[in-house]
C-alpha cells in the first residue's frame, strides 16, 4: 500500500484586482465592435465594410446635394425609408460581416479557449450581438443623420416636425439593427465555412424578400390587401417596416403592410421573438462549441 | 478532367450539411410553386414572373455563387490548395475540374428545380418550363466560369460575386439600360426569350449577341482562372 501525498510546488495564485463580469462585457464587445469593421485587422479585411459604408452614405449625400441646388424640399429622402431602399447593401453588409463575428471562433475550434477564462456562455453571445446591432445601427443611422443635417443646413421647411421623424426613423433604425443582426448571427453561426456563412446568410435575406415580394405581387393584383400585408411579416425589412409604419408613425415603404395598430404590435412581437429566440440559439450553439 | 479531385471537391461542398443548405434554396422555389398552382394562381403572367424572378434573377445567381466559389475558394483561403498545386496536374486542369464540378451542382440545385417548378406551375404551355431550364443552364454556366476566376483572383470573392450579382445586375439594371444589357441574367433571359413562345418574357439583348457574350464570359473566366492559377500567391490563413 502506498501513501499518497499533495506538494506544495510553489504555484502562486492570483491575488490582484478582478475586473468583474461587466468588464469582461465590454471587452468582448468592443472587440466584436472593431472586428465588424476590420479595425485591428489586415487592410484586407477594412476593404469590404468602408466600401459598403460610403456606398450606404452615397444616396444621402446626392440627396442633400439635390436639395441643395434645387431648392425642392421633397427631393430629400424619406428618413424612415432609407433603410427599406438600401436593404441590398445592408443586407450584404451583414452577410460579408456576421460570418466575421460568428463564425470564426467555431471555424478554428477556439471557442473553450473563452470560456476557460471566467467568461460566461450568455455574456459572450450577448457581446456578439449587441456588437453586430451597433455596426448595423452606425452602418443605417449616419447616413439618416446626414440627410437631417443636410435638410438642416438647407433649411428644409418644418423643422420640428422633421426632427420627430428623424427621432422615430432612429429608433427604426435601432430595431431595424437588433432585427437583422440576429438573424445574421445565427445563420452564420451554423454555417462556420469561409464564404459559406455570406452565401447563406445573403440567400435568407433575398429568398425571404423575393417570396414575399412574389406574393405581394400576386395578392395586389387581386385587391387583396389585407393578405399582401400580413405576408409582409415573413420578410425582414418588410417586417420592421411595418412597426415603423403602424407604430411610429411613418409612411409605408414597403409594398404593403397589415391595417391598424393590431399590425404593428404583432409585428413587434415577432421581432422581439426572433431577437430572443435567436440569443437562445446562438446560447446554445456556442454553449456546445465551447464544450469539445 | 482529374476524377479524384472531383470527388474531393464534391466531398467538400456536400459534406456535413452544407447539402442541406443547397438543398434549402431550391425547396423554396418549389413549394411556392406548388402553393401557386394549388391556390389556381398559376396563369402565364405569374408563372413567368415566378421563373424569371425567383428561378433566374435570386436563385441562380446565389447557386451559382456559393458553388462557384466553394469549389476553390476555401481551399485558396486556408492553403489546402497547395496540396493539389504540388502534384504533377496541369493546371487548367484542376480549373477545368473544379468548375465541372460547380455547373453540375449548379445544374442539379437549379437548373432541376426550375425544370420542375416549370412544369408544376404551367406544364407543356408555351415551352416555358424547357425553355427557362435551358436559359438557367447556359446563365449557370457563365455564372459559374465567373465566380469560379473571381474565387481565384480575390479573397473577398463572395461579397465582390454579390456586389455583382445583387447590385449590378438587379438594382443599377432598374435605373440604367446599359448595365442591364451588361449582365448574364439578361442573356440567359434572352436565350429563354427565343426559346418560348410566352410573351410576359421580355429580354434587352438580342439572341445572337446574347450567345456570343455568353460564351465569352464563360471563356474568359475559365482562361483567366487557370492563367492566375499558375501563379498563385498562397498566403498563410487569416
Partial sequence: ?292 | MNATIAVITFRAMLGRRRALLLLALPLVLLVLSVVLRVTDNNDIDISADVLQRFGLATLLPLLALIAGTGVIGPEIDDGQIMYVLTKPIPRQVIVLTKLAVAIVLVAAFAVVPVLMSGIVLQGTTAGMAPAFTVGVLVGGVAYSAVFVALAVLSRNAVTIGLLYALVWETLLGNFAPGAKSASIQQWALSVVDALTSASPVKSTVDLPVAIALLVAVTAAGTLLAAYRLRSLPVASAE
Fill in chain 1, 1 to 292: 500500500m502506498t501513501t499518497s501525498t499533495i506538494h506544495d510546488i510553489g504555484y502562486r495564485h492570483y491575488d490582484g484586482r478582478r475586473n468583474g463580469r461587466a468588464y469582461v462585457l465590454r471587452s468582448l464587445y468592443v472587440h466584436n465592435v472593431r472586428a465588424a469593421f476590420g479595425l485591428g485587422r489586415p487592410a484586407r479585411a477594412k476593404v469590404m465594410p468602408f466600401l459598403l459604408a460610403a456606398i450606404m452614405l452615397l444616396p444621402a449625400a446626392g440627396s442633400v446635394a439635390v436639395v441643395a441646388v434645387t431648392d425642392q424640399a421633397d427631393a430629400l429622402m424619406r428618413y424612415s425609408s432609407y433603410a427599406t431602399v438600401l436593404q441590398v447593401i445592408i443586407a450584404i453588409f451583414l452577410a460579408t460581416q456576421a460570418p466575421v463575428l460568428a463564425s470564426r471562433e467555431l471555424r478554428f475550434h477556439v471557442v473553450p479557449l473563452y470560456f476557460s477564462r471566467p467568461v460566461g456562455h450568455l455574456d459572450f453571445v450577448l457581446a456578439k450581438v449587441a456588437a453586430m446591432t451597433t455596426a448595423l445601427f452606425a452602418l443605417i443611422a449616419v447616413p439618416v443623420t446626414v440627410l437631417y443635417v443636410g435638410g438642416l443646413v438647407t433649411k428644409v421647411p418644418d423643422s420640428t416636425a422633421q426632427l420627430g421623424r428623424y427621432l422615430a426613423a432612429l429608433v427604426g433604425c435601432a430595431l431595424f439593427a437588433v432585427v437583422l443582426a440576429s438573424i445574421g448571427m445565427v445563420v452564420a453561426a451554423f454555417t462556420p465555412r469561409r464564404g459559406f456563412g455570406v452565401a447563406a446568410v445573403i440567400a435568407v435575406f433575398m429568398l425571404s424578400s423575393t417570396f414575399v415580394l412574389i406574393i405581394q405581387g400576386i395578392a395586389e393584383a387581386r385587391t387583396n390587401f389585407t393578405l399582401s400585408g400580413w405576408v409582409g411579416l415573413f420578410a425582414p425589412f418588410n417586417l420592421v417596416d411595418i412597426v415603423q409604419v403602424r407604430l411610429l408613425g411613418a409612411e409605408k415603404s414597403a409594398v404593403q403592410v397589415p391595417p391598424g395598430v393590431g399590425g404593428g404590435v404583432v409585428a413587434l412581437a415577432l421581432c422581439a421573438a426572433i431577437v430572443l429566440g435567436s440569443i437562445a440559439v446562438l446560447y446554445r450553439r456556442f454553449r456546445k462549441a465551447g464544450l469539445s
